[in-house]
Every structure is written in C-alpha cells, then in structure tokens.
C-alpha cells in the first residue's frame, strides 16, 4: 500500500491507497517542532483505527510546502516502513508540463493538484484550492501547467480581523441571511463568505477569460464548501485531489 503525505502549511493530510481505493484519511497539525518519532508514533496509532497495520505500507509519497518538516518524514519513511520515499519536487516526472518562472517556484502541492485535475478531468483546467490560502492553478488543453494567481486564504484574512481590531470577534464560516449584514456577526460572515465567494468567482472569470470558455473548475482544500453553494461555479469538488495527485505521480516514477 501507498502512504501518501500532503505537508500542508497547517495541516498534514495522510492518505492510504491500497491500488487506485483511497482506504483511509487523516490529518495532523503542523508543527516544525516535532521529531519524526513524534509523528511516527501518531500515524502508528491513527492507522489501526482504519483498520490498517504499519506492515501494509510498502510504498511513501511525499509533497511538501514546509521545508523544515520534509526531512522529518523522509525520516520516517526509512526508518519505519523500510522505503526510499518520492518527494515530489523539480525533476519529479508528473505528466504535465510546467511552464512557470522558474519551474521550482511553483509549490509541490500545486503541481500535484494539477496532475491529478489534468489527469481525471482533461483540459483546459483550473484548480482552485481553498485552504491556508486561496490559490488558483490553470492548466492548458495540452496539458501545460501555466501558473496561476495566491490571495489570502478565508481563515488568514478572519484571524486578521479578530487579532488587529479591538471589537471584531471570531465567527463561524457560514453563509449569513443576507449580504447586508444586521449585526457583527452576520456583518463578518457576509464580507467573509459572500466576499470571498465574489473573489472567487471573479477570478475563475478572468482565467476562463485566457484559458478558455470551455475550462472544467475543480475546487478542492478544507474551505472549498464554505464558498461552493455562494460560488456555484465548481464542476467537481474533490477533497482528496492531492493525495490522489501523489498516487498519479508516484505510479509515473516507479
């Protein structure tokens, strides 16, 4: 089986492939400041909850936005499942072209979205991820990865709000009856929702403006919901299209 780590900026997402069947998910919080036994030991006891053992992993894949971490797992990967991980990075085959500036630029999380996305759904395609930040990926017809365009994510622009104003209070990400908010809270839940719902599309607008009318828009990352009913813009929504973009590209290098 297949141990595919996402090292994400807030999270790592673990997934379990045994073939193409995704058998389990989980995440763990990052931090820089754990030793690789530390996480071992967690996803030593997060596996047997899915019904998995240590022993079924013969194979890890590894894509990192967190430098300080990755060692930590390519650790962990020979010291308790006995494999030379892929750590996807410049060099790494993935089927696509990446035509960015400088290619090594570009986070590994992005081309990995975009495999998967150009792989399972074809081109033109754009992938907006919806996570620590609100990132956008465009893919061409051929398979080219052009770039694409990083705002600040949901929770970084309300955690802004709730630590630099004085009156301002955390809220719950959720759809408000109205763009014209009646109070605090719904005030706060219109320009964070409905806003970033508007960015969103906007932005969708203006790719599908360069890259083609007829493009496919998968969303993916833990806050895509949140702006997916307000958007309706999202031909898929795949939670797992990183860890299915780490499967893809490990099955390319074998």
Known sequence: MLLAIDIGNTNVTVGVFDHDDLKATFRLSTDTRKMPDEYALSVSQLLPLRGL?????????????????????????????????????????????VRYDPPRDVGADRIVDAAAAFSMYGGPVIVVDVGTATVFDAVSESGDYLGGAIAPGISIAADSLFHTTAMLRRVELAPPPSAIGRNTVHALQAGLVFGYSELVKGMVRRFKNELGEHSSVIATGGLAEVVADESGIFDAIDPNLTLTGLKIVFELNR
């Open 53 to 97: 053992s240590l022993s079924a992993i013969d194979s890890v894949a590894i894509c990192s936005v967190v430098p300080p971490l990755t060692p930590s797992f390519t650790q962990l990967a020979r010291a308790y499942f006995d494999v030379e991980p892929l750590e996807v990075g410049s060099g790494t085959r993935t089927g696509i072209s």
